[in-house]
Structure formats: C-alpha cells, structure tokens
C-alpha cells in the first residue's frame, strides 16, 4: 500500500468528485454516492462507510469536497453525536439501521436527557423505562430538547432500577419519536425561536433490539454522547447557511436547511460572530475609537488563540500523542469569548444595539447575538460543571463529596416539582 | 500551520528542564538575586558548555547550533518556569537577534561565535528614560569622525546592562537609526545597575559621553532590523511568560492538594477548583498563542508583527493573573517573602512592563492588523 499524504489524499478526492459530483442528483441519491465511496466519513472504519483515514487527513477531505461545491453528509448537531455513540456502542443491527440514514439525512434525531429536575446532573433521570413482555414501556418528561419537534429518533436516557445507586441504574434507547405515547410541545426561547421543546412519554414503546449496550450501562453511553456534544460545540460556528447555486441536488438541501436545520439557525451567534466584530466597528466608524480598540483587539486576542489552542489539541491527535489539558478546554473558552464577543458588539453599536429585526443592525444579526448568547454558556452542559470537569478529570483535583451516589436512588433527594 | 514539538524538541525540554531544576533550584535564584550582577559567570559559561543554550539559533557558520525559533522558544520557556537567573535573554535574544538581523555578514562573524560559546555576555540598548519601546524614542546622538563613530546620549532599562561585554545601542545617526557595537569597558561609558522590581532580572542606565563604537550594517539602515527584532524579543518573552505562568498554576495546585482547611484539602472546595479551571484556561490561552507564534517565525509568516503583539499581550495577562491566583491560592503564607510565589510574580509584572505592556501590544496589534 502507498503511504497517504495530504497531498494524494486531495487528488483523490478531487479525481472522485470530477467523476461523480453532479448538482441534478436527488439529494439522498448523492449522498449515498458519497457515503458508498468512503469519502462522506472517511475517519470510520471501512466497514462503516468510511476509510480508516488518520483524523489528521480529515479536514482536508472535507476541505476538498466544500471547494468543488458538491454537498456533504448530512451533519447537523444531534446527528453527528448519534451517529458518534452509535458507532461506538450500538449493535450491528443498530448501525445497518441507522447510520446510513443519518449519513443521507433521511432521519433526524434528537437528544432526549435533560429532565425538569435533572439539567447539569443528567444522571438523576427519573424517567423510566420498564421492561413489560417484551417491549420497554417508557414514562416521563424531557425538556429542552432540541430539534424534538422533528426527530425521527431520540437518544433517550431512562431509569432501569431505582434500587442501585444513581449511575448504575440508568439504561439507554433508541426511541421512535413517530408514536402515540410521545408528545412534543415547543418552548420558545428567550431569542424567539423555538428549537428546544417538551417531550411526554406516556407509555412509549421501545423494542427490546434498541437498547443500547446493556441494561444498567446508560450512563457510559451517555458520557459518549456528552464528550461529542462539548467537542462539538467549536463546530457550530462555521455550519453553512446553504448555497444560492442551482441544481436539484441544491434545491433538496436548501428544503432541509429549512426544515431540520432551521433549529440551529441562530446557533453560529454563539460564538459571538467574532468573524463580524471588525466589520461592524469599521462600518459604524468606531474602529477608531482608542478604548474600543482595546476592548476589540482582546476579543480578537482571545479567539485566535483559541483557534491556535484547538490547533495544538488537534495537532497532538494527529501524531498519536495522549490528550492533554487543551482538549478539554473548549466549550469553557468558546462561552468566554462568545460572552466577550457580544460584548463588544453590544459597545460597537451603541445606541442601535436598542433595536432588532429589520430595524437593527445587520439587519438584526447583532440583536440576535446579543440575545442568543446566554445559550453558550448553558448548553451541552454549563461553565460551572465544564470547570468541574476541568478541575477533576484533568487536574485531578478531589471530587465534590457526594452525598448521592452510592445510595439506591430511591432514597436519594431530588426536586419533587418540575 | 500545524504545530506541536517533535520528540527530538520534548527530549531537549525534558534535559533542559532537569538540569535548571538541578543548578536553578529556588534556593540557588535567591542566593543570585541577592548579588549585584544577579547572576555567576561560571555557572553561565558552564550552562553554555554543557548545553550550548546561547548557541541554539546561532546558524553553525557563527559557531551557533543552528536550530530555529521553536527550539529557543522552548529554552525560553523553561527558563522562565525555573526563573534561571542568566543574562540569556539579553545575550541571546536581544543582542544575538539585533546582531542577526542588522549585521553584515562580517560582523556576525566577529561578533556571533563569541555569544555562540557563551564567552560574550551581551545586551541591546534601545530604551531611554522617556520609556518609550519603540525606534522613535531614540534620541542618542551618533557622530561620525575620521571613519569612526562616536555615542552621546543615555540608554535606560538595558538588561544586564551593567555586566556585558558587548552592548548594541540603537541610536540616531545623520543618515538615519542606526545600530552600533560598544564594548562594555569602553572609555566615556558609566554604567550604573538600577534598582529592579523584580530582582531576579538586573538592569542598567548607561551614560555615553564621546563612547567610540563599530557600526553594526549600514548607517541609518537599522529600522526595519530593529523592529524585527522586537517582534521576535516579544514572541521570545512570551514563551518566558508562558513557563512561568505554567510553573505558578502548577505550585498553587500543588499547595491547594497538601494544605487542609475545615477538615479536607482545599482543592476540595469548588471556589479553588474553578479558579485552578480558569488559571488552566489562561495558561493554555498563553501557551498556544506563544508556540504559534514561535512557528510562525520559523515558517517566515508575514503577519508576523501582528502576532507578535498578540502572543505578547496574551502572555502578559495571563501571566500577572496566575500570579495573582496564585498568592491567593496560598493564602497569608503566600505573601511572604518565603514563600517563592512573589519570586514569579515579580517576574511576571517585570515582563508584562518590558517591551510595552498588554494595553500597548493590543493597539499595536489592531494597527498591523486590522487597520
Ligand atoms: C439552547 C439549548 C439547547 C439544549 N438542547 C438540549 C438537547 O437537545 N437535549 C438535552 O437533553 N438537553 C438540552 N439542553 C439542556 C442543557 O443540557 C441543560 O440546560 C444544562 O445541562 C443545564 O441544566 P439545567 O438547565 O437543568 O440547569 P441546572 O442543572 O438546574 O443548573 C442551574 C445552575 O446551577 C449550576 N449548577 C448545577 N450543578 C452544579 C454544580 N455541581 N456545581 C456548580 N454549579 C452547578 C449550573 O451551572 C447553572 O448555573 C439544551 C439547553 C439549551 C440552553
Ligand atoms: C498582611 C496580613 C496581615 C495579617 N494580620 C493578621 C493578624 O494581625 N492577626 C491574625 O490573627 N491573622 C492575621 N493575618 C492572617 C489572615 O487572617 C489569614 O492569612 C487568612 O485568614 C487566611 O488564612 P491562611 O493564610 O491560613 O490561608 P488558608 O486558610 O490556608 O487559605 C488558603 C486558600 O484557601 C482558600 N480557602 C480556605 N478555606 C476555604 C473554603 N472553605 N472555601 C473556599 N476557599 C477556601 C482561602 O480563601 C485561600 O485562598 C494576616 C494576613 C495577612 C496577609
């Protein structure tokens, strides 16, 4: 076999998409294509639709197939992190039947964790699951749900056995989302949209076969999901808004752009659009104001460091080397500068910062930022606990003295009202 | 630009970083700072042999090793986690750079393989008492006379200033800046060490009055030498910080383990573990900005000046607020003179001054950047 280089891994790439690119494919028909050839994912196993390529080589496939102009796998948000723990602890049947499609964008997901009385302490679940003949039969309620309202299947985490301590009782499915026993109802956000809803599950069904790993072992999957979601965070900013360009390919992307990413629209605002900071202050002529070129210059100092410390994480991953600290730093430092970010903004359009929509400026894109921010630092698991994390996994400092753990989770105290 | 330090680069940190804490032990920095040079010149000159620091981005044409900025930065770095007490950076970096950039090929072969071997202790000259860190603060005359040259004038803040042997002055000469080489016992030079805030990095005030000095290049020529080399000064003391920065967020984590308040260590306490989460956010900030920006020099990166103030202004901050953290973390023992803690945090306010402080970089930054 010839040794891989960046350099023959692009021409590969480029060879294959001038054979096979084809803007008047149906959309599914390309993907699959794509998926068919290895390139869609090519850091999977072959036998998962990818080419065992180094995560080095990556970026510069994804590189390659954005330059030609040819659409990717489908890779929305909860998509990615299904697919991820999928690959990770589903059965075969699991990954025959699902991985595909998240691939082709034929299903979408969401993410079913967060309950009224358990948020950053994602391991209190109360809602249950309950194995009756031989379906899983679920009860409960889940809250800020993204992307609910038009899932196909949710990533569930419920409780099995409420007589272990609380880690060891939990159990996670795979949940179809198009049954009578689960309702979802919107909530609307703070920003105005509503990407994040309520799920009911009354009496919900879940075949036996999609469970995921074994009963009792949901919390290891869900930390799976978990260390996606805060990788991914850094992700969200440079999701594109779609093309202009014609094709029937391009049409079928833009009706999912508006359907199943519509949620996410408002996502590329948290990192604060520090790509619009310059922009606006030259636009506005405040770039030539002394104190708010300090205040622009740190926020421009913060991100490009950022981006170098994510480089370095990378890099390290790349050559093979364990993970150090800066791999777990991310989420932490993207709400830091997301918050800084609008910040600026807010001091760049002083008095316009007053008004949103078509009034505001950008045409509302900084009223957006500045009111979509807050999501930064709560989603996908707040600063507090990212510093938790940070403060124990990394730095290895003792635990927080748990009161909760080792008791059945029966008796463990818990919020009775949600 | 991918980055990362190649195993060849982690062996030499990790045999630096064994021998400094083998000869620069906390002890051994106190007992320096106490004397007037601040450091010992057999001990330096045995540093150079054993190790050749000096020498690393010497090119071998001029004795040196050859190496480039990622390797300095690395020397750089653990230098500023031990607070080695060596006029390495007013040697290798400042007068090394200076002599690098501005020299003809004819002086880097006078000049350079004394440095090189670690025989020449070495500085640059560029600060006057206005503080300013830029060329345009210069107002030392420099004359010509029957094919010499002659310095009037006063120098201020020069490192080591008071103990090199070889010191290049930047000064303003008929055509233009300009640099020139002045040996440190030269007649008419009065040197005088001040009194650092930071005792761990001696400096001077040099007096010229009618100094005879060597032309280093061309008269009047200096400028754009001049500015490069406080572009990579500034990148290089970033890497100092970052060790630094790193050594303090590691003690106080270390302190944090071992000391027990209300019957538990307190790194148990969430309030000391969000800051330690934070001092990591900072220091990693630091590390990578300084790293890039060493590799940037190596791969010759045009936005060069831009990021040089960008790594510098991180650093400074980062720095002063481990620092702070970590007196904190100590608590009172922490704010003794015992306790090693003011030893960093003096060096960290030192070095957030020198070259310009973060609010200084951050302007610099939006003019070479963002207009
Ligand atoms: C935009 C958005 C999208 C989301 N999408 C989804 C989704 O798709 N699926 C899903 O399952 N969830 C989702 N979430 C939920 C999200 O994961 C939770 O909101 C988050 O984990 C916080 O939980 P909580 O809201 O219950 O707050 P709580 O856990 O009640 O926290 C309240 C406050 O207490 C602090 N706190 C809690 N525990 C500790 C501790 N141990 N130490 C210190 N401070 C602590 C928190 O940091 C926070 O400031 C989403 C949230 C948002 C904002
Ligand atoms: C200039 C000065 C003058 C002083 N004068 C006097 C005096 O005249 N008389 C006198 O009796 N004392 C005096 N003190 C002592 C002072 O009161 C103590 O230094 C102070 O109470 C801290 O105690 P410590 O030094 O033992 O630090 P520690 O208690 O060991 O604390 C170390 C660190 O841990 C943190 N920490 C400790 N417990 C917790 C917790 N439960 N949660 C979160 N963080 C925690 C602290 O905030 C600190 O950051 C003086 C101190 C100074 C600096």
Not at chain 2, 74 to 88: D, K, S
Not at chain 2, 114 to 143: F, P
Request: include cysteine.
């Amino acid at each position: 076999m010839t040794e891989l280089t960046e350099a023959s891994v692009r021409a590969e790439v480029r060879a294959w998409l001038a054979a096979n690119w084809n803007p008047d494919l149906g959309l599914v028909e390309w993907r699959n294509k794509l998926i068919d050839s290895g390139w869609g994912v090519p850091g999977w196993p072959r036998q998962w639709y990818g080419r065992d390529l180094s995560p080095g080589l990556v970026p510069a496939v994804e590189e390659e197939i954005q330059k030609s102009g040819a659409i990717g796998v489908a890779k929305a948000g909860i998509r990615t992190l299904a697919a991820a723990t999928i690959l990770a602890h589903g059965t075969d049947l699991h990954k025959q039947k699902f991985l595909r499609r998240i691939l082709t964008g034929e299903d979408t997901w969401c993410q079913l964790f967060s309950e009224p009385g358990s948020g950053s302490d994602v391991a209190g679940a109360v809602t249950r699951a309950e194995l009756r003949g031989n379906k899983w039969v679920v009860n409960g309620q889940k809250v800020w749900t993204t992307s609910a309202h038009h899932a196909d299947y949710g990533l569930l985490l419920a409780r099995t056995d409420w007589d272990k301590p609380k880690h060891k009782g939990l159990s996670y499915f795979i949940i179809d989302m198009h049954q009578p026993g689960v309702k979802v109802q919107p909530l609307k956000q703070m920003n105005g949209h509503a990407s994040f809803n309520q799920v009911f599950m009354t009496d919900a069904e879940v075949m036996p076969e999609f469970l995921v790993a074994n009963v009792g072992d949901g919390w290891q999957v869900t930390t799976t999901t978990l260390m996606h979601e805060r990788r991914g965070a850094d992700a969200l900013r440079s999701w594109a808004v779609g093309s202009t360009r014609e094709g029937r390919a391009y049409d079928e992307e833009r009706a999912e752009i508006a359907t199943v990413m519509e949620p996410y629209k408002w996502y590329p605002q948290r990192a604060g659009r520090v790509d619009l900071i310059l922009t606006r202050a030259r636009e506005t002529g405040r770039i030539d104001d002394p104190v708010l070129r300090q205040e622009i210059a740190r926020v421009l100092i913060m991100s490009k460091s950022a981006e170098w410390l994510a480089r370095r994480a990378r890099t390290a991953q790349e050559l093979g080397r364990p993970q150090g600290p800066e791999g777990s730093l991310g989420k932490l430092i993207a709400s830091n500068v997301a918050r800084a970010a609008a910040r600026v903004h807010t001091q760049i359009s002083g008095a316009d910062a007053l008004l949103s929509g078509d009034d505001g400026p950008m045409k509302g894109v900084i009223a957006e930022i500045l009111v979509s921010v807050p999501a930064t630092s709560i989603a996908g698991g707040t600063d507090e606990i990212q510093r938790n994390i940070i403060a124990e996994r990394v730095l290895k400092m003792p635990r927080e003295p748990s009161i909760d753990t080792d008791k059945p989770f029966r008796d463990v105290p818990r919020n009775t009202v949600s | 630009m991918k980055f990362s330090f190649s195993p060849e680069q982690e062996e030499f940190r990790s045999n630096l970083r064994r021998f400094l804490a083998d000869r620069s032990s906390t002890k051994e920095v106190r007992r320096l700072m106490e004397t007037e040079a601040g450091y010992e010149r057999a001990a330096w000159q045995k540093m150079n042999v054993d190790l050749g620091l000096t020498a690393v981005r010497i090119p071998e044409a001029y004795g040196g090793q050859g190496f480039g900025f990622g390797e300095q930065a690395i020397v750089l770095e653990e230098m500023g986690r031990a607070l080695a007490c060596a006029p390495y950076f007013s040697t290798a970096v400042l007068a090394a750079g200076a002599i690098l950039n501005a020299g003809s090929e004819a002086d880097k072969r006078a000049l350079l393989p004394g440095i090189a071997s670690g025989e020449t202790v070495a500085t640059l000259a560029w600060v006057e008492d206005n503080g300013r860190w830029d060329a345009e603060g210069t107002t030392l005359k420099a004359a010509s006379s029957g094919g010499g040259w002659t310095l009037d004038g006063h120098k201020s803040f020069v490192l080591d200033g008071h103990t090199a042997d070889l010191i290049v002055v930047l000064a303003r000469a008929p055509q233009g800046p300009t640099l020139f080489t002045v040996a440190g016992d030269a007649r008419g030079l009065a040197r005088r060490a001040v009194e650092a805030m930071d005792p761990t990095r001696k400096m001077a005030r040099l007096e010229f009055n009618g100094v005879s000095a060597r032309l280093l290049g061309e008269a009047g020529q200096a400028a754009a030498a001049f500015a490069r080399t406080m572009d990579e000064a500034a990148i290089l003391l970033a890497n100092e910080m970052a060790g630094g920065a790193e050594r303090l967020r590691e003690d106080a984590l270390a302190y944090a383990r071992m000391r027990m308040q209300f019957g538990r260590p307190i790194a148990s306490f969430q309030s000391m573990k969000h800051k330690q989460a934070d001092m990591l956010v900072d220091v990693e900030l630091a590390k990578s900005a300084a790293y890039y920006a060493a590799a940037a020099l190596d791969e010759g990166d045009s936005d060069i000046p831009a990021i040089a103030c960008l790594a510098k202004a991180q650093a400074s901050e980062a720095y002063l607020q481990t620092a702070i953290h970590a007196i904190q973390i100590h608590g009172g023992i922490g704010f003794t003179w015992d306790n090693d803690t003011h030893l960093w945090f003096k060096r960290a306010k030192a070095s957030e001054v020198f070259l310009g402080d973060a609010t200084h970089h951050r302007e610099l930054m939006m003019q070479r950047w963002a207009a």
